[in-house]
Nanobody, 123 residues
Framework: QVQLMDSGGGSVQAGGSLRLSCAVS????????MGWFRQAPGKEREGVAR????????YFADSVKGRFTISPVNAKNMLYLQMNSLKPEDTAMYYC????????????????WGQGSQVTVSS
């Protein structure tokens, strides 16, 4: 079982940066895939970034490529999402998530979720 607790959201002006953190506890074998998702009001949840822990392979949504980076879970069991050059359209609730089926090729089948951190970007 994996428990996730995300934090680090806040308000920032366009062009600014934020770093989201996700504390990971419980069983985390190397074949877990970790990810960040977001959901804006009135919109469906969308995948932002994911990383395959065993190989550090990363995937990003086209809308954030070149601006966001995802770091592998470190020795302190922390996962990070560094968000640079933020835009108003990045405003959303952000969630860290994990899947444990040994796959990381899609945004599907994430079964463990954090409680969410609000990110607000003003123009």
């Amino acid at each position: 079982q994996v428990q996730l607790m995300d934090s680090g959201g806040g308000s920032v002006q366009a062009g600014g940066s934020l770093r989201l953190s996700c504390a990971v506890s419980g069983y985390t074998p190397l074949n877990y895939c970790m990810g960040w998702f977001r959901q804006a009001p009135g919109k469906e949840r969308e995948g932002v970034a994911r990383i395959y822990l065993s190989g550090d392979v990363t995937y990003f949504a086209d809308s954030v490529k070149g601006r966001f980076t995802i770091s592998p879970v470190n020795a302190k069991n922390m996962l990070y999402l560094q968000m640079n050059s933020l835009k108003p359209e990045d405003t959303a609730m952000y969630y860290c998530a994990a899947r444990g089926d040994g796959l990381c090729g899609t945004w599907d089948n994430f079964v463990y979720w954090g409680q969410g951190s609000q990110v607000t970007v003003s123009s």
